[in-house]
């Protein structure tokens, strides 16, 4: 092709551009629209292929410049409007809102609901009292909204006014005010927090709330300053606080931390006693780690104090096999579990240990077992050169009426 012939070409495509912006104004339907659009996009993807210059630059901008008067041009899509009702339904019932949000969002939707009436008659009536109240009714005008079957083209007016009255309520409810839009303090003080303050000694005052809670056991309290207060030293006081009350209440929202391997979360689940037992499987894994000492003997701590039976085999073995490091704590944990089943490892442990610090342990993991076996064995050792040993093998030999070696 001749220069001329291509220059001809090029100016021929301007022009069909031009033509059609002019046809994006004549568009009557959707149909048209969509047709038009293949055509635009017939020519964006000859002008991407083509080398680029002014000529091409410039016919690109023309195509986007058709491309925004198509998009501008279509009418509301039922299935968007359906969409976007269903979407506003979701956030009312999943945001928390204020004492003075919640209303605020009710009165947006039934005033959304009463103007999309006049729409679609068959959106209900209801004028809901709750923000549960309000989703379900959102949810029921998005159905009435499906149910009218409106075409995009012959119910165009009826589209346009359902989209600005969606657009108005999403606007309503943007805003009113959220939970998360309250400042900590005022988060505390909406929960009534600071309910339990008169005159306080402790700084900060929220200190002294959480052990006016702690005082009254309300741990859902300690947790609700737990979760907003995320200073460490707020922190560690509230956990601090769980730990002394050792409720299982307190569980399911230390789990987080547990998975996370914290020890002061470990720590205050063994308090819990009994009450931590739903959490065995994980601590047991845990106390088998043997790359963090620490971890495991605040594990063993806590699987002694929650006192299940399951975990005596693993402690057993961690007494016998265990780093040096943790084989007195293990010998602590049996002895508050009480299983019988740990005298036989305790006792050997005790005749074949060295190390005096162990030995005091398993003596008193011994007597705090108390069966007959139990001090029996521990009564063997009333001789035993290390003092307290001995003081508790005279103890366990007292009480089975034997009489230690002179």
């Known amino acids: 092709m001749t220069d001329e012939a291509e220059e001809e070409t090029a100016i021929a495509e301007v022009e069909d551009l031009t033509d059609l912006m002019g046809s994006v104004e004549d568009a009557e339907t959707e149909a048209d629209l969509d047709a038009l659009a293949e055509r635009v996009a017939a020519h964006r993807e000859r002008l991407e292929g083509a080398d680029e210059d002014d000529d091409v630059t410039g016919q690109l901008e023309t195509v986007e410049e058709?491309?925004?008067?198509?998009?501008?041009?279509?009418?509301p899509d039922p299935t968007d409007l359906v969409e976007a009702l269903r979407a506003t339904a979701a956030r009312v019932e999943e945001t928390r809102w204020t004492d003075t949000g919640e209303p605020a969002v009710i009165a947006a939707v039934t005033e959304g609901v009463a103007t999309l009436r006049e729409a679609v008659p068959d959106a209900p009536h209801a004028e809901p009292a709750t923000v549960a109240a309000a989703t379900a009714v959102l949810t029921e005008a998005a159905d009435a909204v499906a149910a009218a079957a409106l075409d995009v083209d012959a119910d165009r007016e009826t589209l346009e006014s359902i989209a600005e009255t969606v657009e108005h309520l999403d606007e309503a409810i943007e805003g009113a005010e959220e939970w998360d839009d309250l400042q900590k303090h005022e988060q505390l003080m909406a929960e009534g927090f600071y309910d339990v303050l008169g005159h306080y000694k402790d700084f900060p005052p929220e200190l002294s709330a959480v052990r006016v809670w702690e005082q009254r056991g309300r741990v859902d309290m300690i947790l609700l300053a737990m979760e907003t207060l995320q200073s460490e030293f707020m922190q560690d006081h509230c956990m601090a606080a769980l730990t002394r009350l050792g409720d299982p209440a307190a569980l399911e929202a230390l789990e987080p931390q547990l998975q996370r391997r914290d020890k002061a979360a470990i720590a205050a689940i063994g308090h819990m006693g009994p009450g931590g037992a739903a959490v065995l499987e994980t601590l047991l894994e845990y106390a088998d780690t043997d790359s963090d000492p620490l971890l495991q003997k605040t594990t063993f701590a806590a699987l002694g104090r929650i006192g299940d039976a399951e975990a005596t085999q693993m402690l057993a073995d961690k007494l016998v096999h265990g780093p040096e490091t943790v084989?007195?704590?293990?010998?602590?944990?049996?002895?508050?579990?009480?299983?019988?089943?740990?005298?036989?490892?305790?006792?050997?442990?005790?005749?074949?240990?060295?190390?005096?610090?162990?030995?005091?342990?398993?003596?008193?993991?011994?007597?705090?077992?108390?069966?007959?076996?139990?001090?029996?064995?521990?009564?063997?050792?009333?001789?035993?050169?290390?003092?307290v040993v001995a003081q508790h093998a005279a103890a366990a030999a007292a009480a089975i009426g034997t009489t230690p070696p002179a």
Not at 66 to 75: K, Q
Not at 327 to 350: E, F, H, S
């Open 66 to 75: 058709l491309e925004e008067a198509i998009a501008d041009a279509r009418g």
């Open 327 to 387: 084989r007195p704590a293990a010998a602590r944990a049996l002895g508050l579990i009480g299983d019988p089943r740990a005298v036989a490892p305790l006792g050997a442990v005790l005749t074949d240990a060295e190390d005096p610090t162990l030995r005091g342990a398993v003596a008193a993991a011994l007597r705090n077992i108390a069966t007959d076996a139990a001090f029996r064995t521990l009564a063997e050792h009333t001789d035993d050169p290390a003092p």
